[in-house]
């Protein structure tokens, strides 16, 4: 498991926190089991030759879907409030979620509620600004310096948030046993993923058991597979670009509602810094409406990069 330069804190982070998160448990961090399982799975033709592999690694799967909440609440000591932000969004995107800087409280949408890969990726991102920016205050004073800074933010909040809830091994194993289930050979499901038959068979067989075994959404798995040169840019838009069912997808997800209570509560809260994420043009960068009022730099938004889309 390696981490770029750049966000070489926030992986270390996220991996401590992570640790010790399963450790509490009386566990030892799924991912780290991953690492050690993989190459003791001994495969025969398409199929692994051990049958209780099946069995240890759906269960190994299952034990790394974390509940974010217990995560956030009981090990982090954070406090999540669940408000509609609707009336948040602009043109910029779409607003899940709040931190709050010099508090240990986040606030995501009440809307992620009805796609729980959406809810745990929005908590896993405000939670991540908390553990690695919360009580770290900025000292540049520029636009452009507060600009650059936020980037870092954003960068390193993503960085977290994909080793905690998709860590490499993890996504390794999963596509292994989905490949297993399917008789696909895992190596051509790699090597041939950018082909015009390999994005087929992703988006025809392999994207829902993902999603349904590791409750992530399959942009965040397709960025994941990006980030480790397996898919191409071109085949990470490709599965940007279509709407797949899966087992977490709500009839409610996108009509949500807002009441009165909800905007009252957003307009009285004071420093809010907020992760607009764009469903489409893929990334952006994002400005809060407080950008303009705001005197601090602790105040100032940060950029989400993030898509989710189910
Ligand atoms: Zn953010």
Avoid at 126 to 150: C, I, M, T
Avoid at 220 to 241: C, D, K, P, Q, W
């Amino acid at each position: 498991m390696t981490a770029s330069r750049k966000t070489r804190a926030a992986w270390e982070s996220a991996v401590d926190v992570m640790t010790g998160f399963y450790q509490n448990r009386g566990h030892v961090w799924p991912a780290i089991q991953a690492r050690d399982l993989i190459p003791h799975i001994c495969v025969k033709g398409t199929r692994w030759a051990n049958e209780e592999d099946v069995g240890r690694v759906a269960s190994l799967l299952e034990q790394a879907r974390f509940d974010v909440n217990e995560l956030a609440e009981d090990y982090l000591g954070l406090s999540i409030s669940r408000p509609s932000l609707l009336p948040l969004d602009n043109d910029s995107g779409r607003l899940f979620g709040y931190t709050f800087t010099g508090t240990s409280e986040i606030a995501v949408c009440r809307r992620t509620l009805d796609y729980l890969p959406l809810y745990r990726t929005s908590v896993m991102h405000e939670g991540a600004h908390q553990v690695l920016h919360g009580r770290r205050a900025s000292v540049e004073n520029s636009p452009r310096a507060r600009l650059d800074d936020n980037r870092r933010k954003e960068r390193e909040a993503n960085e977290f948030m994909r080793v905690t809830l998709l860590p490499k091994p993890i996504l390794r194993l999963a596509i292994a046993y989905v490949a297993n289930i399917l008789g696909f050979p895992f190596d051509r499901l790699l090597t041939e993923a950018n082909t015009s038959r390999g994005c087929s068979q992703w988006r025809t067989y392999i994207f829902t058991p993902l999603i349904n075994r590791l409750c992530v959404s399959r942009e965040f798995i397709a960025i994941a597979l990006r980030s480790m040169g397996v898919f191409s840019e071109e085949t990470l838009n490709y599965h940007r670009s279509y709407h797949l069912n899966n087992h977490w997808l709500s009839e409610a997800y996108s009509h949500a509602t807002i009441s009165a209570a909800d905007i009252a509560l957003l307009r009285s809260s004071t420093s809010p810094t907020a992760c607009h994420r764009r469903m489409r043009p893929r990334r952006s960068t994002c400005a809060s409406r407080n950008s303009q009022q705001s005197s601090s730099a602790q105040r100032a938004p940060r950029a989400a990069v993030l898509v989710m889309s189910p």
